[in-house]
């Protein structure tokens, strides 16, 4: 496990998720495709609560406290019960980073640990290594979001033109 790579990985999607939501207005920044969709701020707000309560959480809990039980999470529900949506982007934004500063220092200050170690899951055995992959590949799941959510706006600000000369989508 290279784990100065995963973190090197974690800053570097950090810069990337800052500049796919930079320059964002706040119609857009609300908006969605359809009631089943998150919007911008949705996503950035989902991922600084998924920083500070779950990933960093639940790999502690793995690695340093086995066989206790993970704190619940909500991520689905928080969406609207935490109004991600009545907030504001610059400052949701600057959470997020400055949550994902916390998580970096805290991993760079793991010593040795036991990516094997493994928790008991509902959904079966995750090992600590599981973990920190699933985080990282967590940030790329939303930075693809953040793309998609960026063209189905710009399609939809667009009409009565269309985006069909930029190719496929």
């Known amino acids: 496990m290279d784990l100065n790579g995963f973190t090197s990985q974690m800053t570097s999607n950090a810069r990337r998720i800052r500049a796919l939501v930079e320059g964002v207005s706040d119609e857009q920044a609300c908006w969605k495709p359809d009631s089943a969709s998150w919007s911008i701020l ?17 790999l502690d809990f793995t690695l340093h406290r086995p066989g206790q039980p993970w704190p619940g999470i909500d991520p689905e529900g928080w969406v609207t019960e935490r109004a991600y949506n009545q907030r504001r982007l610059e400052e949701s934004l600057r959470n997020f980073l400055a949550a994902r500063e916390e998580s970096l220092g805290w991993l760079r200050d793991l010593a040795e640990p036991d990516w094997e170690a493994g928790y008991e899951a509902p959904f079966g055995r ?17 930075m693809r979001q953040l793309v998609e959510l960026q063209w189905a706006y710009l399609v939809d600000q667009v009409e009565p033109y269309g985006v069909r000369y930029a190719g496929v989508w």
Request: proline share 0%; no cysteine; aromatic share 8%.
């Open 42 to 58: 949705e996503v950035i707000n989902h991922l600084y609560d998924e920083e500070r309560e779950d990933f960093r959480v639940r």
């Open 126 to 142: 995750i090992r600590a290594g599981d973990l920190l992959v699933s985080w990282v590949g967590h940030d790329l799941m939303h």
